[in-house]
């Protein structure tokens, strides 16, 4: 079983950074890719971003490429991921997934997921 804890949620004003952390335990994660999801008020739940194991290679939505990063921290079983420029269609509860093969923004490929932290941008 894996247990997935997101952190860094909170209210800003359009423009500003945030940074999201989900700290993972549970089992190996050796070989596993993580990601980020996002789900707004009345939509379907939607792919943010993923890394590989190594943090080597890394894969964003269209929507926020260029503005979000992210990365890992494999000896603390972390990741992170750093918002910049944020708009108020960023506004949504981000979820963290864990243990696709894959480096895929499929959302059924991801066996494990955080409950979830609110961001919301303000105009």
């Known amino acids: 079983q894996v247990h997935l804890v997101e952190s860094g949620g909170g209210l800003v004003q359009a423009g500003e950074s945030l940074i999201l952390s989900c700290a993972a335990s549970?089992?190996?994660?050796?070989?596993?890719?993580m990601a980020w999801f996002r789900q707004a008020p009345g939509k379907e739940r939607e792919f943010v971003a993923a890394i590989s194991w190594s943090g080597t290679t890394t894969y964003f939505a269209d929507s926020v490429k260029g503005r979000f990063t992210i990365s890992r921290d494999n000896a603390k079983n972390t990741v992170y991921l750093q918002m910049y420029s944020l708009k108020p269609e960023d506004t949504a509860v981000y979820y963290c997934a864990f243990g696709s093969t894959l480096l895929t923004g499929v959302r059924d490929l991801y066996d494990y997921w955080g409950q979830g932290t609110q961001v919301t941008v303000s105009s």
């Open positions: 549970g089992r190996t994660f050796r070989n596993y890719k």
